[in-house]
């Protein structure tokens, strides 16, 4: 069984720009996983994919797309890895109701004991990995004013492969039952 994520994606205009951060900062793993914001943390599930798909499907329906802004530069310490994020400075409160949803309906089961760096508190994307806390910090110190802007469209459920990289096996719309009336 394959660890999996569910996640924001980004356009590929931003995601283009994210990615040329990534590559300084990441080397060896921009090429291993697309930019993206985890709204479900890393989790294993017995569930046929189809099924998980469906019902990731109709929560994000009734999600509609929202504007994120990325900024705030940090140094956080995964328990394994020294990173560099940047926290959603604005749509963090968007991206924190469909994580809740997520986790209510489907992944109740995978729910983080302690939320403090999870999804549900901390939306961020990863940019970089050190060996040093003061590497990272130092890097985020750098990157001080620099930001990103866009609106999010999709959620994709990403799957971990044998190189520790991640792929996007499907994703879904924002607000696709929405009514437009």
């Known amino acids: 069984m394959a660890a999996r994520s569910i996640a ?19 080397r060896d793993r ?13 989790f ?16 994000v329906a009734v999600h509609p797309p929202f504007m994120l802004q990325l900024g705030a530069p940090e140094a956080f310490f995964d328990g394994d890895d ?11 409160e968007e991206s924190q109701r469909l994580s809740e949803a997520l986790y209510r309906d489907i992944f109740h089961h995978h729910r983080p004991d302690d939320p403090a760096g999870s999804p549900l508190q901390r939306p961020a994307l990863t940019v970089g990995r050190f060996a040093r806390a003061d590497e990272a910090a130092a890097a985020a110190k ?26 996007i096996l499907h994703s879904a719309p924002l607000g696709s039952m929405l009514s437009t009336a």
């Open 82 to 92: 020294q990173l560099l994020q940047f926290v959603a400075t604005k749509g963090g």
């Open 142 to 167: 750098q990157l001080a004013g620099k930001s990103y802007f866009c609106v999010i469209t999709e959620v994709g459920m990403l799957e971990a492969d044998d190189d520790g990289g991640w792929t």
């Open 30 to 42: 921009v090429d291993r996983a697309p930019p993206h914001v985890p709204v479900v943390a890393s």
């Open 8 to 26: 924001l994606l980004f356009d590929d205009a931003t995601g283009g720009d994210i990615d040329l951060l990534r590559a300084l900062y990441d």
């Open 44 to 59: 294993e599930e017995n569930t046929p994919t189809a099924d998980l798909l469906e019902m990731v499907g109709l929560i």
